[in-house]
T-cell receptor, first 116, second 112 residues
Framework: AQKVTQAQTEISVVEKEDVTLDCVYE???????LFWYKQPPSGELVFLIR??????QNEISGRYSWNFQKSTSSFNFTITASQVVDSAVYFC?????????????FGQGTTLQVKP | SQTIHQWPATLVQPVGSPLSLECTVE??????LYWYRQAAGRGLQLLFY??????ISSEVPQNLSASRPQDRQFILSSKKLLLSDSGFYLC???????????FGSGTRLTVV
């Protein structure tokens, strides 16, 4: 069965520190998609990134970067030079390619607090 | 451009009362639609999803139900709310099964 584990429940850093949010997934599908979402205090979930299982290239978008390693079934998210506005709950999610419904399985989320 | 509307933003309802939360999507056709619930301090639980009008799949047996009377309208209902129904309800749409979700702004439901 598919599963997403975010072992870090809460992380607290001081502004300008780098921080990595871990995500480990389980799936039997060879084709799948991984996502990261940000949930600021307002509650709405904001899409950050989608990766498919055939693309292991790391991706960088500004201060955000993602490290996808199939060998360890991990899709970790790093924020460089964190800012107070990065404070939010971050969710990793998995969608299996064999499903025609597009259901996302979410991890429990990691609460990131960036202190000034 | 596509937008998703979800209302109300907050709701306080007594135990045993009915519930109706509405979600509509604009700017697209035949989207996949989803209802998720987020209990306080926890992750997102998929409640219902729909791949077309009148097609509803339930993920978790409970006293909630969903309907899709129109292509871009998704409604979450209950005949009698329980205390355990309290939570943050999020509606989401996606263009197709391989696309990311776009979430609504959510409804914070408190059952008292």
């Amino acid at each position: 069965a598919q599963k997403v584990t975010q072992a870090q429940t809460e992380i607290s850093v001081v502004e300008k520190e780098d921080v990595t949010l871990d995500c480990v997934y389980e799936t039997r599908d060879t084709t799948y998609y991984l996502f990261w979402y940000k949930q600021p205090p307002s509650g709405e979930l904001v899409f950050l990134i989608r990766r498919n299982s055939f693309d292991e290239q790391n991706e960088i978008s500004g201060r955000y970067s993602w490290n996808f390693q199939k060998s360890t079934s991990s899709f970790n998210f790093t924020i460089t030079a964190s800012q107070v506005v990065d404070s939010a709950v971050y969710f990793c999610a998995l969608s299996e390619g064999s499903s025609n419904t597009g259901k996302l399985i979410f991890g429990q989320g990691t609460t990131l607090q960036v202190k000034p | 451009s596509q937008t998703i509307h979800q209302w109300p933003a907050t709701l306080v309802q007594p135990v045993g009362s009915p519930l109706s939360l509405e979600c509509t999507v604009e700017g697209t056709s035949n989207p996949n639609l989803y209802w998720y619930r987020q209990a306080a301090g926890r992750g997102l639980q998929l409640l219902f999803y729909s791949v077309g009008i009148g097609q509803i799949s339930s993920e978790v047996p409970q006293n909630l139900s969903a309907s899709r009377p129109q292509d871009r309208q998704f409604i979450l209902s209950s005949k009698k709310l329980l205390l355990s129904d309290s939570g943050f309800y999020l509606c989401a749409w996606q263009r197709g099964p391989l696309d990311g979700y776009t979430f609504g702004s959510g409804t914070r439901l408190t059952v008292v």
